[in-house]
Every structure is written in C-alpha cells, then in structure tokens.
Nanobody, 114 residues
Framework: QGQLVESGGGLVQAGGSLRLSCTVSASIFSINDMSWYRQAPGKQRELVASMTTSSRTKYVDSVKGRFTISRDNTKNTVYLQMNNLKPDDTAVYYC????????WGQGTQVTVSS
C-alpha cells in the first residue's frame, strides 16, 4: 500500500537514454503529485521533475528538453524518460509522492560514462 517500487536505472554512455519507472498503489497515485529527485555524491538532493494529478509538469533547468516525466493512470506508474544523458546526470534517482501521502522510493542508480 505505502511503498514505491522503482526500476530502470543502469549504466549508459553519454548521449544515451534510460527510462525510470515508479509504481505505487492506486489510492496514493490518484491524489498525489509524482516527482523524481536525484542525489549525486557530495551534493544535495535536487528535484529533477514533477507532475501533478492534472498533468502539470515542472523540470529543473539542467534537464529541460532532455527529460520527460509522464504518468500512466491505468498502471499507477510514473516514468522519467531521460535522453541525451550527460555525465553530470550521474546520481541516485528517487521517486517521491506528495503532498497528501509523502513516500520515497529506494533509489535507483544512474551512471553516465563519458
């Protein structure tokens, strides 16, 4: 019920693509915004992208035009499509829900080699 299940991280060369997935229960998914954060070694966790229940999106400037967040309401899943990846995108990526039920995923490692 109260758990986020993430998948999709991995190792990719610069310029490549990855898609992250995060699934949660329908009751939580239907009323909460869904977001992706990331944390690189030695840096603070930052918001990468978010999507409200009405499909409004927000992105950090560094990923605009390269990353796309989307929601599949039939699967209670949020995706982060990451294209043209750069070494600076290397981080642990976390799925998050809020504001009504705040949950964090376990994190998935994304490593981009130059």
């Amino acid at each position: 019920q109260g758990q986020l299940v993430e998948s999709g991280g991995g190792l990719v060369q610069a310029g490549g693509s990855l898609r992250l997935s995060c699934t949660v229960s329908a009751s939580i998914f239907s009323i909460n915004d869904m977001s992706w954060y990331r944390q690189a070694p030695g840096k603070q966790r930052e918001l990468v992208a978010s999507m409200t229940t009405s499909s409004r999106t927000k992105y950090v400037d560094s990923v605009k035009g390269r990353f796309t967040i989307s929601r599949d309401n039939t699967k209670n899943t949020v995706y982060l499509q990451m294209n043209n990846l750069k070494p600076d995108d290397t981080a642990v990526y976390y799925c998050n829900t809020g504001p009504y039920v705040v949950l964090w995923g376990q994190g998935t490692q994304v490593t981009v080699s130059s």
